[in-house]
């Protein structure tokens, strides 16, 4: 199925994520806002709880702060079942919205395939998440890949596999903080990630407001997306950084219209050098957003690590998911409780990690 993105403006995802709460109804009222707001699309967030984070895997600072006692509770209350996702998909293409979903795990990914879905969408934790991406490529389906927390070298790992499948990609330049500060958001990285990769590219915001957004938009930005929920006072990680429906209605109306856009005002500060890399705000966000190789279950010393004895998942304090390959047939030096990140010193012979 193809997707097309607009020729004379930004394509403008309407970001729901989990900002449902975990409640079908609630989901069905967010599909009904950016509708209203003239949206082209609304997104959502499908994943098992189980597949992707570890018991014991931390919280980032802003889910803290948001009164989250534990990152996986938090994202398993905040899971839906996958047919509610088919039901979903029906609502949001009856108002006229394309729908878009971030799947986190392949079968999830498979899943969304099963529905026709016109496009995916990677999230920034999964840029290092190899052998997921090779997955999701092989689907051929129109993927929208945020690269926040990235530098250059591990977003061209990353497009990798959709080069090799030829399936067609677009990147989102963002700042993974929440809200992010504008003076980190440097979206003269647009320019950057155009040049060195030659597709769409477009912008995902995590700033407060609406003025970043429109900046990018105003310098060219193929696609925005942009969090909103019902009121950012709800409790959940991503409610305070999300727009209410007035501020989305406004900031798509003004990218919609020429002149609006046109005659916006620039945020300097928002611009930055152009550089991509992880910036400061990103730091504790990227240990706890991105996966590592973890223990599937409880394993003592001296075990011979086959690939039913690992797992991908949070946090991203062990080997990086690209080298897993590499720790299947090393021995452990010490016992490894099940969900525990493997570590280059527990294995025998040692992995060198550069």
Same mark, same amino acid.
């Given at each position: 199925m193809s997707f097309l993105l607009p020729e004379n403006r930004a394509y403008i995802i309407a970001e729901a994520g989990v900002n449902h709460d975990g409640k079908i109804a609630k989901a069905r009222k967010l599909i009904d806002i950016a509708a209203a707001a003239g949206a082209d699309a609304v997104k959502f967030q499908i994943f098992?709880?189980? !597949? *992707? *984070?570890?018991k014991n895997a931390p919280l980032a600072e802003y889910q803290k702060r948001a009164g989250e006692q534990s990152q996986y509770a938090m994202v398993k209350r905040l899971e839906l079942p996958y047919e509610a996702f088919r039901e979903l998909k029906i609502y949001a293409e009856g108002k006229g919205l394309d729908f878009i979903v971030t799947p986190f795990d392949a079968a999830s990914a498979a899943f969304l395939a099963s529905l026709g879905v016109k496009a995916l969408k990677i999230p920034s934790g999964e840029v290092t998440n190899i052998p997921f991406l090779e997955n999701v490529a092989a689907l051929k389906i129109f993927t929208i890949i945020s690269t926040g927390m990235s530098t250059l070298e591990e977003i061209a790992d990353a497009v990798a596999p959709f080069e090799t499948a030829k399936t067609p990609y677009a990147l989102l330049h963002c700042v993974s903080s929440y809200? &992010?500060? %504008? !003076?980190? %958001?440097? +979206?003269? &990285?647009?320019k950057t990630l155009e040049e060195a990769f030659h597709v769409p590219v477009g912008y995902s915001d995590h700033t407060k407001g609406i003025d970043v957004a429109v900046t990018a938009a105003k310098l060219g930005a193929r696609i925005i997306e942009k969090h909103?929920? +019902?009121n950012k006072h709800d409790p959940g990680p991503d409610h305070a950084a999300? +727009?209410?429906p007035d501020e989305l209605r406004e900031m798509i109306r003004i990218m919609k219209d020429k002149n609006a856009l046109q005659n916006a005002g620039l945020a300097q500060e928002a611009l930055g050098t152009?550089?991509?890399? /992880?910036?400061? /705000? !990103? !730091?504790?966000?990227?240990l706890v957003a991105r996966r590592s190789v973890v223990m599937a279950r409880d394993a003592a010393a001296g075990t011979v690590l086959t690939d039913d004895m690992l797992a991908i998942k949070r946090p991203g304090t062990g080997i990086a998911p690209k080298r897993h390959g590499d720790v299947v047939g090393k021995t452990l030096t010490k016992d490894l409780a099940a969900d525990t990140p493997v570590t280059a010193d527990v294995l025998r012979p040692p992995l060198k990690i550069t």
């Open positions: 098992t709880t189980d !597949e *992707i *984070i570890s809200p &992010a500060p %504008i !003076e980190q %958001i440097n +979206l003269r &990285a647009m909103f929920t +019902l999300s +727009l209410e152009g550089e991509k890399k /992880c910036q400061p /705000c !990103e !730091e504790n966000v990227r």
